[in-house]
């Protein structure tokens, strides 16, 4: 027996073109912000290493205009 009072379902999303077009560009964005940030994080973690160019956090946050914190975090590292 069929309910009177069921709702079809609703119609699946077809952008228009233009939009599609719109949509696959914010993708690349994304994808190309997701990239730097990871090389941003790599150059940061290879800076603070202690063993390596041992480049002081407070340098860094400085010269990056940004509090230590930012870097700590950048770098995978725990603030002391």
Known sequence: MTNPNRRPG??????TPDIDQRINHAIQLHQQAKALDAEYRQTITQLA????DAVPIAYLAERLGV???VIYRA????MP
């Open 67 to 69: 509090e230590r914190k």
């Open 75 to 78: 770098a995978g590292h725990r």
């Open 49 to 52: 290493d202690k063993t390596g």
């Open 10 to 15: 609703r119609r699946k999303y077809q952008p």
